[in-house]
């Protein structure tokens, strides 16, 4: 369990016996796919006989790796009141859905207000952090943006998604199976699986999860996926439902680019372990009671990720609005800069943890505010967080209201 997290309490028990559960089920599964747990580990020693069996053997390694993967996998699956059997069927159910060949198919094909800068200051990047050019601020000098965060520059709902004029197409889910491939103009119903590189999605509507089909994803990013950009798209749940899903949910090792995307109705916007979110607006989070812990970005491990000027509000007192994690890793070179931000346990979460210590964790000249809690967060602002760690930093963020410091 991660000792950061809010809420411990109601997490379900692990240990021998979910062990010993998640091996029953996956020796189910296996045999029920025509492959054992012998014939996929020597299919990783040495070339199969023929392609079915080939393809059987590696359909139950991948199961496999993917039940090791989701034992402390995303916050969803490991915060529940379900029982031990009921957690473990749940992962098995989501491994057979991530390591399975998709077979739905697509149908027939502002002006933001600014502030008046005061005085302006540059912040260094470190050599050995994120590789991102040295940043320029201005001093702030209009507090209050939440309530319109587009009057202060800020993404909205007015300067994110499908951008105006743009005539969409209805669909249904697409697998984005080609390199290269972009998806453009489509109001898809279902998901978008996305197993190329350097794919694109652009002025796209995509509504997903329970009530439209039956994914843990609007959006899945699986392994090998690289370069994925998303721009000037609405990613999201019918609204109103209750959700326990990503928006973008990154399974891979891949760094997804999403940027002008309105991102709403999930109990997670992006989770991702690098990457960047820039210019987006992601809020009115979806949350089933007692299973989800709700949160705007989040990074389960290693790190990468880069986060800026994006609105993220989450109006639940629990995760984060933002939220680094050792899940699979150490936390290094990640970058929170010019965001708005409210809401969640803490605002933030720094990604400290047992695994190891952090690295270029920075927090940059960001806006934090009090429109769900005097605090932020509910708990406080900023939580696993240590500034002692080499590179780490924590420097002209203030509060919204009253364009105050936020101290450490």
Known sequence: MHGSHKNASNTTPRGTVIAR?????????ALGAGSSAATATSNHSRPSVGGEQSAKAKSAAS????????????????????????????????????????????KPSPTAATTTPTATTTTPTPTDGPTTPPTTTTAPTTGGCADKPSSCGYPDETNTGVPAGVKLKASGSVNASKDGQVIDGLD?????????????????????????????????????????????????????????IACVFNIGDSKPTVKRVNIHAC????????????????????????????????????????VRHNTIFNQYDQTAAVAFYQDFGTQKNNLVED?????????????AGQKGKTANIRFINNRFSKKYS?????????????????GNAWTGNYWDEDLKAVNR
């Open 21 to 29: 559960m998640v091996c029953a089920v996956g020796l189910v599964l």
């Open 63 to 106: 199961w496999h790796k993917c039940i090791a993967r989701v034992q402390h996998r995303h916050h969803w699956w490991r915060y529940t009141h379900r029982t031990p059997k009921q957690h473990v069927l749940r992962k098995a159910k989501f491994c057979r859905s991530v390591t399975s060949t998709p077979v739905t198919t697509p």
């Open 188 to 244: 898809i119903r279902g998901e978008i699986n996305v197993t190329a590189k350097n794919v694109t999605i652009k002025n796209t509507r995509v509504t997903g999860g329970r009530g439209v089909g039956t994914a843990d994803w609007v959006v899945i990013v699986r392994p090998g996926a690289d370069n994925l950009t998303i721009v000037d798209s609405e990613i999201m749940t019918p609204v109103g439902s209750q959700q326990d």
């Open 267 to 306: 109990s997670a916007g992006v989770s991702s372990g690098g990457g960047l979110v820039e210019d987006s607006y992601i809020h009115g989070m979806a949350s089933v009671p007692g299973l989800s812990h709700d949160v705007g970005v989040a990074s389960n491990g290693s790190g990468g990720m880069t």
């Open 339 to 351: 965001n708005l931000l409210a809401g969640g346990g803490y605002c933030v979460y720094g990604g």
């Open 374 to 390: 005097p605090r932020c967060g509910y708990y406080g602002v900023v939580a696993s967080f240590d500034l002692g760690d080499s």
